[in-house]
C-alpha cells in the first residue's frame, strides 16, 4: 500500500506562453487534480467566470484576507494584486489530493518557502516573438499594456532556473504530454512515498 | 535552443518484478533510447540471444574485462558475473542518447557513485506472493533457484529507497506510463537544460 500526501505542482509563465490553456487541459485530462482559484482584484476579461476562472473581489476585501493571514501568497501583477487562499490548498493535500497552481513568479517563491516540498513548473514560449505574437492575438490588451507585459516577461523569464522543470510550449499537445509526465514521475519519486509492505516484511 | 548530454536511466528489480519485459516494451516506445547489452558469464536462457539480451562471455573473458578497466559497474548475481562496459555507455551520453540500464542492486549503486547525475528506478511487484508466481511462471527456474531468487528479492527490496523513482508493477501498461513519464520529466528538469535564448537575451 503507498500513502501520500497531495503535492503542490505550481505552474509559473510569462503571459503569453500558453499557460491557461495548459492549465485548463491538464485538469482535463486529469480530474483528481484539485485546482485553486485565485483571488484577485483585477476586472474580469470576456468570457471570465467568477469562482471558475478567479475569485473576483474589490481591493479593500482583498485587502482584509491578508491582513487576517488567509493567503499562502499574494503578489501585485501589473497593478493588480493577486492571492491564493491558504485553508482551501492545505486541506486539499491533507486529504491527498494534488494542487495545480496558477501563479506568478513573486507567488511561487513565496510558496517554495512555505511548502519546501512544492513541484515548481515554468512555461516558456519559444521565443519572444512567439510571445509578443500570442499577447496580440489575445486582442483584449491594449498596446500600452503589451508592452507593458513584454518587460515583464523578460524579467520573469530570467528566473527560470528557480523551477524545478521548464517546459517550452511549441506545440500544445506535446507540452501537456510533458506537464502530464512531471506529475505521473513525481507520484513515482521515492521522496514521497510512505511505504508500507506488510507481506514483503520490508523495516522502513 | 535546448542542448542536453544524454542522461543515464538505471533500472533495477528483484527477479520477478517484470524487470526485463518493462525494458524491452519501453525501448519499444521510445525507439531513441539506447540500451547497454551487459556482459555475463551466465549461460542463455531458452530464446536469449547473444549481443541483444546480453553479450555471453566466459569467466576468464570476463576477468580480462575488469582487469583492464573496461567495466563502469560489475557485479555477482546467484554466482554469475555482470558487467557493463564503460565505453559504449559514455559514448552514447556524450553524443546527447540517453541511455536504459538494466542492472542490479549492487551495480547500480556503482554507478551512481561514478555517474552522479544518473536516474536510479526500482521495480516492485506488487507483493512477494506476486513476485514467487512470476518466478514459478517463467519455469525456466528448478526450485531451489527460486527459493535462492526469492531470499534475495527481499533483501533487495529494502534498498529501494536509494532509487530515485519506485514503480509498483500491478499492471504492465500503467507501468510503461510511470516509466515513460520519468524518461519525459527527467528531460524537464531544469537541472538538466542547458538553455540559451539568444532571443530572449537572458543572461545565465
Redo the contacts between chains.
Sequence with gaps: M?KRRGTLFVVSAPSGAGKTTLCREIRLRMPDLAYSVSVTTRPPRPGEMDGVDFRFVAVPEFRAMLDRGELAEWATVHGNLYGTRARSLEDALALGRDVLLDIDTQGAAQLRARYPDAVL??ILAP???DLEQRLRERRSDAEGEIQRRLVRA?EE??L??R??????NRDLKEAL??L???I???????AR?N?T?P??????
Design positions: 503507498i513548473v515554468f521565443s519572444v516573438k523578460r523569464i530570467a527560470w532556473r523551477y524545478d522543470y521548464l517546459i517550452v504530454d510533458q502530464e509526465s512531471i505521473v514521475a513525481e507520484h513515482c519519486r521515492t512515498i511505504l509492505l507481506d514483503l516484511e520490508v523495516q522502513n
